[in-house]
């Protein structure tokens, strides 16, 4: 990675931006559960992500520290809606209207919902490693907790989204 | 590869990973975000932008240098036709009664209201126009001030205000030189304001050096606009130098009545009118103000530093012309609060940078 480009804090944000937005948006989807949250999340990351870029000056830091905020503000939002929250009706990301297929919406919302139910960590765990593709190292690192216990987080939302699968089906 | 165990008691992890793997993608396959590059754009300008105001604040020259050009002073042949017929925006008139009620109960911080309003002498709230600096150069912003009236006469008073003393708002400043006065002076015809501009000695005719063209005509809108507003009337402006006609102030030619040039050229396009700079407030608290907004959209950050507390957007009431925009700040923890309030970039962050209003603001606990 020594030959990493040089990029300013702009061109950072447009790069990073292009390959990276959408999946992003997506990943704060699955942590948070709403669109209109998600984006705002998504953009809060970038713009931090500009300012403090004098010190990441690397596009794969600059990645890096792009998943670590937006999983941290996702969590943030979540802690700040609160236990009330948590038993209104889900906001579904952004349906296109009536010709969509009406069963995909179906399972998707299943799985969003079922999401919704795991613990903070393992729901975190599961969005880095099965829709991000990270490592386990990696996925340490953007929680900032241990390998092992990334390894148990892990296993047991699988087993946690299995059921809640199992019981909606 | 795969590194994590299989989960317990359950056969097939790789299986299992790749079921998990096709159930989150499918769960957000279809979530597609609209294209947001524009607004991240506009937001870490300002914050750019606001760590450079601050760098040169008080180096007194445009921040930026642009191409914009500043619309030269429309020459009236006809002094009975101020602004052609025009549209202006609401800021050119008065102020209105809702915004010069809250600025009356509220003094502007930074005055000596107990010096300045003593009881039983005519005191009133006046608008007065300011410089400040903006990604498009140099532009007139309004504050209101309340003070003694000059003569009992409102324009004069403005007029005064506008040269020689301090906006409230640091962001902004007059170019006028130290000394000059400005006053409005009795002379025919009665449809048209007459300002007398005292030098006490200063070569104002031509612009001074270290004036760039655009300060100079700004600053003579400055006046055009400050006085109009104070007499609520779009009546001409005919400039005196001392008493006496001339054809040039800051070699702006003056010979004629001059209209209010175009707000479009001559006005910052967002104000924050509510609250004042330096103003302390308690949460929620109201912000009002006008923009001349693209696609009326106005949006705000509430900042400590660099880092925003909180944001939001409202629209302004029309687009494209000073229309009034308002939104409440719910809650926010007491401090010091940077308030920035300015458009979104239409280019999707390829041409100007927005326009910008920024109030330092106290929340109380």
């Known amino acids: ?169 | 590869m795969n590194e994590f165990p299989d989960t317990p008691g359950r056969p097939g992890g790789d299986h299992d990973d790749e079921r998990m793997r096709r159930l989150l993608d499918a769960a957000v396959s279809d979530v597609e975000p609209s294209e947001a590059l524009g607004s991240i754009h506009a937001r870490t300008k300002v914050s750019s932008m606001q760590r450079k105001r601050s760098w040169v604040l008080g180096a007194g020259a445009a921040v930026v240098a642009t191409a914009a050009t500043v619309a030269a002073v429309t020459v009236l042949s006809d002094s009975t036709a101020p602004g052609g017929g025009d549209a202006g925006p609401a800021a050119g008139t008065s102020p209105s009664p809702h915004v010069s009620k809250k600025a009356t109960e509220k003094p502007s911080p930074g005055k000596e209201p107990s010096g300045k309003a003593t009881a039983g002498t005519a005191v009133q709230t006046v608008p007065v126009y300011y410089v400040g600096d903006t990604s498009r150069g140099v532009r007139l912003y309004r504050e209101f001030h309340r003070v003694d009236l000059v003569g009992g006469d409102p324009v004069s008073t403005a007029l005064a205000e506008a040269v020689s003393t301090d906006p409230t708002d640091t962001d902004y400043r007059t170019d006028w030189p130290e000394g000059v006065t400005a006053a409005v002076v009795e002379a025919p015809p009665s449809d048209v304001i007459t300002i007398d501009v005292q030098t006490s000695g200063k070569p104002l005719r031509e612009r001074p050096g270290g004036m760039s063209l655009d300060e100079a005509e700004i600053a003579v809108e400055q006046l055009i606009y400050t006085a109009q507003a104070a007499k609520q009337s779009r009546d001409p402006v005919q400039f005196f130098l001392d008493g006496g006609r001339t054809d040039t102030l800051l070699g702006v030619p003056v010979s004629e009545p001059l209209a209010q040039g175009d707000p479009t050229d001559v006005l910052a396009q967002v104000w924050i009118i509510e609250p004042p700079e330096g103003a302390e407030v308690t949460a929620p608290f109201e912000v009002s103000g006008l923009a001349a907004a693209f696609e009326a959209n106005v949006q705000w950050e509430l900042m400590q530093g660099d880092r925003v507390v909180k944001r939001g957007f409202t629209m302004a009431e029309e687009c494209c012309t000073m229309a009034p925009y308002s939104f409440k700040v719910k809650s926010v923890p007491p401090g010091e609060y940077t308030l920035v309030v300015h458009d979104s970039d239409p280019s999707g962050g390829e041409g100007f940078a927005p326009w910008q209003d920024t109030k330092r603001v106290t929340v109380l606990p």
């Open chain 1, 1 to 169: 990675m020594s030959t990493a480009p040089r990029w300013d804090a702009d061109t950072a944000v447009d790069e990073l931006y292009a390959a990276h937005y959408r999946q992003l948006v997506r990943l704060s989807v699955l942590l948070v559960h709403d669109m209109e949250t998600a984006e705002e999340v998504v953009q809060d990351s970038f713009v931090a992500m500009h300012d403090r870029w004098r010190k990441l000056r690397d596009p794969d830091k600059g990645l890096a520290y792009l998943r670590q905020t937006v999983v941290n503000r996702s969590r943030s939002v979540l802690r700040h809606r609160g236990v009330q929250a948590r038993h209104i009706p889900p906001v579904l990301p952004d349906v296109r209207g009536a010709d969509e297929d009406v069963l995909v919406a179906e399972r998707r919302k299943v799985v969003l919902d079922a999401l919704r139910e795991l613990p903070g960590r393992q729901r975190e765990v599961l969005a880095l490693r099965y829709y991000l593709d990270l490592s386990e190292a990696d996925i340490a690192e953007v929680l900032g907790i241990s390998r092992g216990a990334v390894k148990s987080h892990a296993s047991r939302g699988v087993a946690a989204l299995r059921h809640l699968l199992e019981d909606a089906s």
